[in-house]
Structures are given as structure tokens and as C-alpha cells.
């Protein structure tokens, strides 16, 4: 996930949702990009329905 500027919690909470319902998850690593923004690895465990 490439983190924009701003409250990051509702980033996170709209990226989980475009793939699922997520049970848990957790950033596991924050990098900064070469433009000088973010770089987030998340891992999560998500419900997906057909």
C-alpha cells in the first residue's frame, strides 16, 4: 500500500476493504519511497464471499 498524506487509518481501512472483510491485520514494515512518501507492507487475514 503506498500510504498518501493524511490520517492513516481510514487508507488502511478503504485499501482491506476493496479485497474483503478484515478479521485482523497489522502493519509489518514502513519504508520511504523515493518520491518521499510512505511505503507500507501489511499483512492481514480477510473474509472473502463469491
Same mark, same amino acid.
Not at 478484515?22 to 464471499?49: C, H, K, M, N, Y
Given at each position: 500500500? +503506498?500510504?498518501? $498524506?493524511? !490520517? +492513516?487509518? $481510514?487508507?488502511?481501512?478503504?485499501? +482491506?476493504? =476493496? /479485497?474483503? =472483510? $478484515? +478479521? /485482523?491485520?497489522? *502493519?509489518?514494515? #514502513?519504508? $520511504?519511497? =523515493?518520491?518521499?512518501? /510512505? /511505503?507500507?507492507? *501489511? =499483512?492481514? #487475514?480477510?473474509?472473502?464471499? !463469491?
Amino acid at each position: 500500500m +503506498l500510504a498518501a $498524506p493524511g !490520517p +492513516l487509518l $481510514p487508507q488502511l481501512r478503504a485499501a +482491506l476493504a =476493496e /479485497r474483503g =472483510e $478484515p +478479521l /485482523r491485520w497489522a *502493519i509489518t514494515t #514502513v519504508r $520511504p519511497s =523515493e518520491d518521499g512518501s /510512505r /511505503r507500507l507492507r *501489511i =499483512e492481514a #487475514v480477510l473474509l472473502q464471499f !463469491p
